[in-house]
């Protein structure tokens, strides 16, 4: 499941595609222009964005453009909707920054397989595909998390944490990033929230605790190759 972001101006579209998602089980919320769509950004980091190209005011090109300027938002899966079919105006997205391109009119199989493609390939911590590094496995399908095939308990945001961690081993995640990841709020939670739970799930991991590495001075990082200081 993924929060994704629908950007359109026209309703009767944004809604139907909005539709569409939460059938397919994501979490659809819509914006109607682009500084709603800032906004809803600034608010909560989607794992992906519908983004239409023509908007009032502004266009899918320069709202691609900002996220991409942004360290935050740098890297936010974009799927662009345009109706125009010209190969320049194509070239012209993927250069602002947009990841894929669909072209109106889109049937709604279309549209569900390029967001299933892209999340796939961007936001790997929404996949429904049980995940595994070295001797730690999670399946999220049945929830469960096994340490040498032996099933461990975590609390629902342990759960979410080492799932988010699993699918993006050996990479660093500030405190910051992971409240935005995982708790969806990088405002109002404070950073040491990360720590206390990144402290119960290393609990719960029991002989697996210290592949979730503390980096000073950066945040945590799930690594298969547990140095030896972490060992101790
Ligand atoms: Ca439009």
Redesign the pocket.
Known sequence: MAHILVV???SAIAELIALNLRHAGHEAVTAIDGESALEAVRERLPDLVVL????PGTTGILLARQWRAEARTKTLPILMLTARADERDLVHGLDAGADDYLTKPFSTAELLARVRALLRRRSPQTSDQPVAVGELALDPATMRVTVAGSEVKLGPTEFRLLRFLLAHPERVHSRSHLLDRVWGDHVFIEERTVDVHIKRLREALGAAAAMVETVRGAGYRLTQSVSATNRA
């Open positions: 359109e101006d026209e239409d190209w023509m908007l």
